[in-house]
């Protein structure tokens, strides 16, 4: 250890952090010692955004090792705080040691440097606050296969001794997770002490990976149930809690995951974790959603507040779709919900929609907004005469940013039946609200009037490429003039900006962009992705030749947000080479789900249409 005093013996200056030199770093350790709470507080938060930052470590991070194991044993209080900074910054996969470069690595210092302070630590695992020697465990399993045999000896003797007569139940478990590292002790599944069992059940099935023997799965499911509210404190690996790394290891065997969420769900969804595991095991394996949906469904009068409750609606409403058939209780549970005036009864309102239930559409025009009635014209496309003075009338009410968007978007399935909201649809293009998605619904109606022409002849001299694309593109429907389309895109083309969305907007000009091919042509081998996919698409609409666009596309399909445009191009074209078979099967077949959802998304999950374009194409022969 080094004390305080010492600080100025190392060029601290020449050292980086996180955020450049690590001049900082000596005035934060002197912090820990001034006998100020809130002071030292700060000086704690500090040192894990500098020298340790998102799970990196730096130069200046292994010097600070003996300084802070000193204000550990000397600086008053804060003891459990510093040695969980210390496990943090030592943190690392033990199979990288065996890696070449692992010598010259920051981590690889860390480590070093704990393992010579580590003799002054031990004392810490009998410290008399139980949360000092739970965070003192972390910090000897963090360098557990590193230890020089005389000092591991030592620290399995103390481990072992807290294992064997710790008062505390979660120490006791703590000690069985480090003497796992170590390679020794006990697998105490018969343990009295549920903690233990809990832990050693763990661990177990760690090591033998899935499928889990049924005797851990049910240990898991019987002593699980309730979560320990200290385990967030004290992090075995970065971030993970025990109970996050319980519930990533529930989800690579999904039958056992569903089986202890069940289970749990039943004791009380303490903590919403069945709940939760559920809705994880969902997002991760393909086709649990009627499985999930009934676990949810069952949690739901589990969930104690309203915050809860509305995430555990929403993923119903975000699955249910997927069901043929949504049973009645489901149905009849959603439509409860969905009547009362609380935050729960949006959610609920939406995921009663995309059941299809008819008495959705009830509610939804008695409390209209823009994701409900765009979800209800999904749901219901045969009430537009219901369905369009709604969205006509939250539109003149003022709906603006994202509300207007998905609401004027909810116009477009209903073809020319969405002309009876022309008049919303101009006030929206002349007021700026939602102006691009007016300008092109506009386009679509195929109706032009001189105040229509005055406005998209306006909105496509504004600073917002994105208008005037959209406003090119309008006009040239309602006129057929291709003229100053051309003009527009060329000057989008050339400019500097979001140029994959100006390619999109050529579709409508298919061929008659013939003359913007020699801007278009170069940006199949941009360097940008989106730039590539968008490219190809245009050459194909311009050109009508799918022979250039299918290279290309079949190069970028892959399990991403790129990959599956790409994918689902290829599919309108009905074209794909026949290297892309291997790559389409495994999107179709794979149980796993290889796209994950997008936040807030209101469309179809990702990973569903990667799933059903790749079984499309692959029907193709």
């Known amino acids: 250890m080094r004390a305080p005093t010492e600080l100025d013996d190392v060029q601290w200056l020449t050292l980086t952090h996180a955020y450049g030199s690590a001049e900082d770093v000596p005035q934060l350790i002197r912090a820990l010692y001034q006998g100020d709470e809130e002071t030292a507080d700060e000086a704690i938060h500090e040192l894990y955004g500098n020298i340790h930052h998102q799970g990196t470590v730096y130069q200046a991070s292994a010097p600070a090792v003996p300084f802070l ?89 103390q481990v072992e001794a807290l294992y064997a007569d710790d008062p505390a139940p979660a120490v006791r478990a703590d000690a069985t997770v480090v003497l796992s590292r170590f390679g020794t002790g006990p697998v ?6 549920p903690e233990v069992r809990l832990t050693a059940a763990t661990v177990a099935a760690e090591k ?23 385990d967030d404190d004290f992090p075995w690996s970065g971030t993970t809690t025990p109970d996050r790394h319980l519930t990533r290891l529930l989800t690579r ?6 089986a202890v969420a069940a289970r749990w769900i039943t004791a009380g969804d303490l903590g919403a974790r069945g709940s939760w595991l559920a809705r994880e095991i969902t997002e991760i394996w393909r086709d649990r959603q009627p499985e999930v949906l009934d676990l949810l469904l069952a949690a739901l009068p589990h969930q104690r507040d309203t915050r809860t409750l509305s995430h555990r609606l929403s993923v119903i409403g975000r699955w249910i779709a997927y069901l043929p058939e949504p049973d009645d209780d489901l149905r009849n549970t959603l439509h409860d919900y969905a009547r009362i005036g609380t935050e729960a009864a949006e959610p609920a309102l939406l995921a009663l929609v995309r059941s299809r239930d ?57 073809g020319a039946a969405a002309d ?67 003009r527009t895109f060329e000057s989008l083309l050339v400019a500097n900006g979001p140029t994959h969305w100006h390619l999109s907007g050529l579709q409508p000009l298919g061929s008659a962009a013939a003359p913007l091919l020699p801007l278009v042509e170069p940006l199949l081998t941009a360097r940008y992705e989106w730039t590539r996919f968008a490219a190809a698409e245009a050459h194909h609409w311009i050109t009508g030749s799918p022979e250039r666009a299918v290279r290309v596309l079949a190069d970028l399909v892959a399990p991403t947000p790129v990959g599956l445009a790409a994918l689902k191009a290829l599919a309108g074209m009905g074209r794909f080479p026949e290297e892309l078979r291997p790559t389409l099967r495994a999107f179709a077949f794979s149980p796993l789900r290889l796209l994950s959802d997008m936040p807030f998304s209101e469309h179809e999950h990702p990973d569903e249409e990667l799933r059903t374009l790749a079984w499309s194409l692959l029907a193709l022969g």
């Open 69 to 157: 194991a000193h204000a550990v044993r000397h600086a008053p209080g804060k003891r459990d705080d510093l040695l969980m900074l210390l496990a943090t910054l030592a943190d690392h996969d033990p199979a990288d040691v065996e890696a070449p470069h692992w010598p010259g690595r920051p981590v690889a210092a860390v480590c070093a440097e704990l393992c010579r302070v580590l003799p002054e630590l031990l004392p810490c695992l009998g410290d008399p606050e139980r949360v000092v020697r739970r965070a003192a465990l972390r910090v000897v399993a963090a360098v557990a296969e590193l230890l020089p045999a005389e000092l591991r000896a030592s620290a399995v003797g």
């Open 188 to 193: 105490p599944l018969d343990s009295p002490i």
């Open 208 to 230: 033998s990976g899935p499928p889990y023997p049924a005797e851990l799965v049910e240990i898991i499911a019987e002593d699980g149930a309730e979560p320990d509210p200290g």
């Open 253 to 258: 065997d999904p039958d056992a995951g569903l």
């Open 358 to 414: 008819p008495r959705a559409l009830e509610l939804v025009l008695r409390r209209p907004d823009a994701r409900a009635l765009g979800a209800a014209v999904s749901a219901f496309p045969e009430t537009a005469d219901r369905l369009i003075p709604a969205i006509r009338h939250e539109l003149a009410a003022g709906a603006a940013g994202n509300a207007a968007i998905a609401l004027v978007a909810a116009l477009a399935p209903f």
């Open 420 to 486: 009876r909201a022309r008049p919303e649809l101009i006030e929206c293009l002349r007021t700026r609200r939602a102006a691009v998605a007016a300008a092109r619904q506009l386009g679509h109606n195929g109706v032009l009037t001189r105040e229509i022409a005055s406005l998209l002849s306006e909105a496509g001299r504004s600073t917002d490429s994105s208008l005037r694309g959209a406003a090119a593109v309008a006009q040239y429907r309602l006129t057929g003039e291709t003229g100053p389309a051309l």
